[in-house]
């Protein structure tokens, strides 16, 4: 009892910092504790709700958000942190669009509103329309599977600096609108996006962006930076596409090279695929890149053109630090791979200058790589050429039909590799949590 005591006698703005740590459900719980705290939760500033274990009791779509409605209404305080989660609309009723926008209205008038987060999985039917109204002091907009559609003579967030449009419907005009109307606007992150009439076509100069991430979803799809001068990290993922594929090859340097003045760039899918199909400039650098992650298919058949594009990162990158390489194999490898892997390499030992000069940390991440020789192989080419090499991390995963003591194996071979570098190499066990919270997004969609 003591000990409850001491706990309602802390001030109410701990008791509430408290609950908001809990699940919603929990939160309305304390009501019962004691009379101190009967109405506590309804100060609560933020509510994520949706998520496992805060279900509000239902699952059909149009009844759970009444719940929600409710439970915002009941609040005395305002608003600042909204996460609304759903993925139990299967059975799509004509009202649930109506009772998004009734609640969207509810929050404008608490005011105060500084995050939304909206994800509403709709399972292969249309996403559901959403009106967005101006939220003056609105910060952070995430918006999931929705059909966004800005009302008329919208003037845009002028305090928004974080947008995430993932697998969202929004017509060209209104995301050029959304975004150029959003001055303060540091980060970007947008994924499939679904033009309502057109192939995605956005040109971005933003003075503050400082970090951008874009995934590629169709042929036809063009997007490049006009101007950034803040921008310091670029994200980009690509789906696997079964026609188009010079236009998307065309699209993706296109993206890549409109960046060129990032510090970290990170190319997630085969991009070098795209890059063997197109002619490269011979003169193009990143002048300030200082870290690269590539995520690399190696398969049978490698070839001259896609060891090019390699060669052009590397000798487009005269300042890289740090080096990255997600190793991905779909198919059973032989040594055929490795030995035009090794032949490939073996001709440019010395045409790089990071590798003289500033490459200092490479992360061979074997991923779903089933050949250790081919490992071997990319370990021995930093071994032998980066001249000022300090750290080489090899990161094993047993997992996903790899054959048994993949590590194992991989230090086994190590010893093999005659090599005099001063590289401190060290391996890395990869838990599964670790391995799918870096794992690119297209994976999954691919498989």
């Known amino acids: 009892m003591a000990e409850a005591d001491r706990i309602s006698a802390l001030p109410v703005d701990i008791k509430v910092s408290i609950l908001s740590r809990l699940v919603v459900k ?123 559609v800005l009302p008329a003579g919208f003037q845009g967030f002028n305090r928004l600096t974080t947008l995430t449009l993932k697998y969202a419907k929004i017509s060209n005009d209104d995301l050029h609108v959304l975004i150029h109307t959003s001055p303060n606007l540091t980060t970007l992150s947008m994924f499939d996006i679904v033009p309502s009439t057109v192939p995605l076509s956005l040109n971005i100069s933003m003075p503050l962006l400082k970090y951008l991430e874009f995934r590629i979803n169709v042929p036809g799809e063009k997007v490049s930076v006009i101007s950034a001068p803040s921008l310091e990290e670029a994200h980009f993922n690509y789906l696997r596409c079964s026609d188009g594929s010079l236009n998307m090859a065309q699209a993706t340097l296109r993206l890549v090279m409109s960046v060129a003045t990032v510090s970290t760039l990170n190319l997630s899918f085969d991009v070098l695929k795209y890059f063997s199909l197109v002619t490269l400039p011979c003169n193009f650098t990143f002048p300030r890149l200082r870290c690269l992650k590539l995520s690399l298919l190696i398969n049978a058949n490698i070839n001259k053109r896609t060891h090019d594009a390699f060669i052009w990162f590397l000798r487009s990158m005269p300042l890289l630090e740090e080096l990255e390489l997600l190793l991905s194999s779909y198919t059973s490898l032989n040594n055929r791979a490795a030995i035009q892997l090794k032949d490939l390499l073996a001709k440019n030992n010395n045409a790089f200058f990071c590798l003289n000069q500033t490459l200092k940390t490479v992360r061979i991440n074997t991923g779903y790589l089933d050949d250790v020789i081919t490992g071997i192989t990319l370990v021995k080419f930093f071994l032998l050429n980066a001249k000022v090499l300090k750290l080489m991390k090899i990161a094993c995963w047993e997992s996903y039909g790899m054959q048994p003591s993949f590590q194992a194996r991989m230090i086994e071979e190590m010893p093999k590799v005659e090599v005099s570098s001063d590289a401190k190499v060290i391996f890395e066990d990869i838990t599964a949590y670790e391995y799918y919270s870096t794992t690119p997004e297209w994976f999954y969609d691919w498989n």
């Open 26 to 148: 929990d939160a309305v719980r304390t009501s019962a504790l004691a009379r101190s705290w009967r109405h506590l939760w309804t100060l609560l500033p933020c509510l994520r709700l949706g998520y496992v274990g805060d279900k509000l009791g239902v699952t059909t779509g149009s009844r759970w958000l009444e719940r929600v409605h409710h439970l915002v209404s009941s609040l005395k305080g305002p608003l600042v942190d909204l996460e609304l989660f759903h993925s139990g609309f299967h059975s799509l009723h004509k009202n649930v669009s109506p009772l998004i926008h009734r609640l969207l209205d509810l929050l404008l008038q608490k005011g105060g509103l500084e995050k939304l987060s909206l994800y509403i999985e709709t399972h292969g039917q249309p996403p559901v329309l959403i009106h967005l109204p101006y939220f003056p002091h609105l910060k952070v907009l995430r918006l999931d599977c929705c059909h966004l």
